[in-house]
């Protein structure tokens, strides 16, 4: 009886204790804050009477609020007033526009991408046309954010273009009206082969499981009895619609995924609520090291619970959750609150932004301390590194011939040219150039005269500065020689040693001009290794089916 009393004296005294020094740790970081913030107003309110020249406040606020934030992660940011629009965008894929992109080249705001059916296409905006004017004012000058804004407003409102448009000597005037602008989530689907259904998601709005749901459900009309579902390079967007995804695919009641704070509000777990569309058809899921966020959870939900095999890269690892606090004059803090934990336990944040080496920096979890965690079959999966596919697809690495033609814009100006000269193209699926039209494309990039750097090439020189410094160049320099004339830039020849990933973004580039968008995408999907892959393993139901259990033998 003493010994449980005693005890209990122990324990209350060990919690008062801790509540105390809680408070303690509390009082103090409190009082740094406050002063903290007494300092920086007396500097700023210093700076602003004394300094020698004018202070641009806004441009100090700025910067102070970028040097706090990047102590933490970079999702966690401020959102000023003017730019909640765009942050709604990111959530809703809805704004008040003329529905297309616009970029910048040589000085000039130009239509890069617009959007079918919508009103700059309606009114006869092409790929390529130079922004002159909006209603009278001159956008000479401008940069891309204004010339993004004007072409913005309210619903049902008019505006007048001038443009200019190669082929043609005198600018033109369009007038359009704006429209509430959703831009498609599901870029894509269709039947990519027998009893097999492809739908392609490009990042998670609000409608994300609405417009996957509708795709599904037409697939399964049309035949589809298995179904890849591809989520490249999607940077994720709202869970709640991670949550309604998998949903279609599980049961009602299963837990998705749970999260983990400092606060215990940000301890919550999440699950299915509906009546699923389908439980029981094959699935394969494609991510590469671009799927993130919301695409994680859909991917990792649905291998830990087996439900699906994954094909691709490993993704990307952001295991984090953000939600908004609004701030005085209308502004938001967006910033991370807790973890995010899938079905199996693991958390798959790869990057430790809670610890920085020296110089600031973060670095990534390395293998050897992730932690081994089990599916509900039992198979073994890791956390603090993203999602690790079932099956690897790699691709070969982009060359620097097409990264240079790329940042050059001659894809784009060469299919403008094109879409000039040819009222109408094959379909998506069968459209191919010519070898006179591909040498007609090599005549135009080398009239232009590209230049490019050789990752090889620079290697090289680097070399030959060692082996000078450290005294061998001179028994090696005729072979150095020899290797250096054969790497010496020759763009007729690497137009045609890389012609097959040249040829590939070039038809691309042009199919859109014709297509647009899912038009694009159709024609990327018919030489596809990624999809090639998914619709391999689900034709071999055997494959399938031992994918995703656990081998004891």
Same mark, same amino acid.
């Given at each position: 009886?003493?010994?449980?009393?005693?005890?209990?004296?122990?324990?209350?005294?060990?919690?008062?204790? &801790?509540?105390?020094?809680?408070?303690?740790?509390?009082?103090? @970081?409190?009082?740094?804050?406050?002063? !903290?913030?007494?300092?920086?107003?007396?500097?700023?309110?210093?700076?602003? #009477?004394?300094?020698?020249?004018?202070?641009?406040?806004?441009?100090?606020?700025? &910067?102070?609020?970028?040097?706090?934030?990047?102590?933490?992660?970079?999702?966690?940011?401020? =959102?000023?007033?003017?730019?909640?629009?765009?942050?709604?965008?990111?959530?809703?894929?809805?704004?008040?526009?003329?529905?297309?992109?616009?970029?910048?080249?040589?000085?000039?705001?130009?239509?890069?991408?617009?959007?079918?059916?919508?009103?700059?296409?309606? &009114?006869?905006?092409?790929?390529?046309?130079?922004?002159?004017? =909006?209603?009278?004012?001159?956008?000479?000058?401008?940069?891309?954010?204004?010339?993004?804004?004007?072409?913005?407003?309210?619903?049902?409102?008019? *505006?007048?273009?001038?443009?200019?448009?190669?082929?043609?000597? /005198?600018?033109?005037?369009? /007038?359009?009206?704006?429209?509430?602008?959703?831009?498609?989530?599901?870029? !894509?689907?269709?039947?990519?082969?027998?009893?097999?259904?492809?739908?392609?998601?490009?990042?998670?709005?609000?409608?994300?499981?609405?417009?996957?749901? #509708?795709?599904?459900?037409? *697939?399964?009309?049309?035949?589809?009895?298995?179904?890849?579902?591809?989520?490249?390079?999607?940077?994720?967007?709202?869970?709640?619609?991670?949550?309604?995804?998998?949903?279609?695919?599980?049961? /009602?009641?299963?837990?998705?995924?749970?999260?983990?704070?400092?606060?215990?509000?940000?301890? @919550?777990?999440?699950?299915?609520?509906?009546?699923?569309?389908?439980?029981?058809?094959? *699935?394969?899921?494609?991510?590469?090291?671009?799927? #993130?966020?919301?695409?994680?959870?859909?991917?990792?939900?649905?291998?830990?619970?087996?439900?699906?095999?994954?094909?691709?890269?490993?993704?990307?690892?952001?295991? *984090?959750?953000?939600?908004?606090?609004?701030?005085?004059?209308?502004?938001?803090?967006?910033?991370?609150?807790?973890?995010?934990?899938?079905?199996?336990?693991?958390? =798959?944040?790869?990057?430790? !932004?809670?610890?920085?080496?020296?110089?600031? @920096?973060?670095?990534?979890?390395?293998?050897?301390?992730?932690?081994?965690?089990?599916?509900?079959?039992?198979r073994e999966v890791r956390d603090g590194g993203g999602i690790r596919p079932d099956f690897d697809v790699k691709e070969d690495p982009i060359s620097v011939l097409c990264m240079r033609l790329v940042a050059e814009d001659l894809f784009s100006q060469y299919a403008n040219k094109y879409f000039r000269e040819h009222e109408r193209i094959a379909p998506a699926s069968q459209f191919h150039l010519t070898d006179a039209e591909y040498e007609d494309f090599k005549k135009y990039v080398i009239e232009k005269g590209v230049k490019y750097d050789m990752r090889s090439r620079s290697q090289l020189d680097r070399l030959k500065t060692i082996l000078k410094q450290e005294g061998y160049y001179a028994q090696v320099e005729e072979e150095m020689n020899k290797l250096e004339e054969k790497l010496n830039e020759d763009l007729q020849r690497d137009l045609d040693l890389f012609r097959d990933d040249v040829v590939k973004l070039l038809e691309s580039s042009i199919v859109l001009r014709y297509y647009y968008q899912?038009?694009?995408?159709?024609?990327?999907?018919?030489?596809?290794?990624?999809?090639?892959?998914?619709?391999?393993?689900?034709?071999?139901?055997?494959?399938?089916?031992?994918?995703?259990?656990?081998?004891?033998?």
């Amino acid at each position: 009886m003493k010994k449980t009393l005693l005890n209990g004296v122990i324990l209350v005294t060990a919690l008062l204790t &801790a509540l105390s020094m809680h408070a303690v740790n509390t009082e103090s @970081r409190n009082y740094k804050i406050t002063k !903290y913030f007494e300092v920086m107003y007396e500097m700023l309110r210093d700076l602003e #009477a004394y300094y020698v020249d004018s202070t641009d406040v806004d441009k100090v606020f700025n &910067a102070t609020l970028e040097g706090m934030l990047s102590m933490y992660d970079p999702y966690t940011s401020y =959102i000023p007033e003017e730019d909640l629009p765009d942050f709604k965008y990111m959530t809703t894929g809805e704004y008040a526009g003329v529905g297309a992109i616009i970029s910048q080249r040589d000085g000039m705001i130009y239509f890069s991408e617009p959007y079918e059916n919508m009103p700059a296409q309606k &009114a006869g905006i092409l790929f390529g046309d130079e922004i002159l004017s =909006i209603d009278g004012e001159s956008m000479e000058g401008k940069t891309v954010s204004y010339v993004s804004d004007k072409l913005k407003g309210r619903p049902n409102t008019e *505006l007048t273009l001038s443009i200019r448009r190669e082929g043609v000597k /005198k600018p033109l005037k369009i /007038k359009l009206t704006r429209q509430m602008i959703v831009v498609p989530q599901v870029v !894509y689907y269709g039947m990519v082969a027998e009893g097999i259904g492809y739908i392609y998601l490009e990042s998670f709005t609000d409608k994300a499981t609405q417009e996957v749901r #509708a795709a599904l459900l037409d *697939l399964k009309s049309k035949g589809a009895k298995k179904l890849v579902l591809d989520l490249r390079e999607n940077g994720g967007g709202l869970m709640s619609e991670a949550i309604s995804i998998c949903n279609l695919f599980v049961n /009602k009641g299963e837990e998705i995924v749970s999260t983990k704070g400092k606060n215990p509000g940000d301890y @919550r777990s999440y699950k299915t609520t509906s009546v699923p569309v389908d439980t029981l058809m094959p *699935l394969a899921v494609i991510i590469t090291s671009g799927s #993130a966020s919301s695409s994680e959870i859909v991917a990792g939900a649905l291998q830990d619970l087996d439900r699906a095999v994954i094909v691709g890269e490993r993704s990307f690892g952001k295991g *984090l959750v953000q939600a908004t606090r609004e701030m005085p004059y209308d502004g938001l803090l967006k910033l991370t609150t807790a973890k995010y934990y899938i079905p199996s336990g693991r958390c =798959i944040q790869a990057i430790d !932004y809670a610890h920085r080496g020296e110089d600031g @920096r973060v670095a990534r979890i390395p293998d050897s301390l992730t932690t081994v965690f089990h599916t509900r079959n039992g198979r073994e999966v890791r956390d603090g590194g993203g999602i690790r596919p079932d099956f690897d697809v790699k691709e070969d690495p982009i060359s620097v011939l097409c990264m240079r033609l790329v940042a050059e814009d001659l894809f784009s100006q060469y299919a403008n040219k094109y879409f000039r000269e040819h009222e109408r193209i094959a379909p998506a699926s069968q459209f191919h150039l010519t070898d006179a039209e591909y040498e007609d494309f090599k005549k135009y990039v080398i009239e232009k005269g590209v230049k490019y750097d050789m990752r090889s090439r620079s290697q090289l020189d680097r070399l030959k500065t060692i082996l000078k410094q450290e005294g061998y160049y001179a028994q090696v320099e005729e072979e150095m020689n020899k290797l250096e004339e054969k790497l010496n830039e020759d763009l007729q020849r690497d137009l045609d040693l890389f012609r097959d990933d040249v040829v590939k973004l070039l038809e691309s580039s042009i199919v859109l001009r014709y297509y647009y968008q899912k038009g694009e995408h159709e024609y990327f999907i018919q030489d596809d290794a990624f999809l090639r892959k998914a619709v391999e393993v689900l034709q071999d139901d055997e494959k399938y089916r031992s994918s995703l259990i656990v081998d004891n033998q």
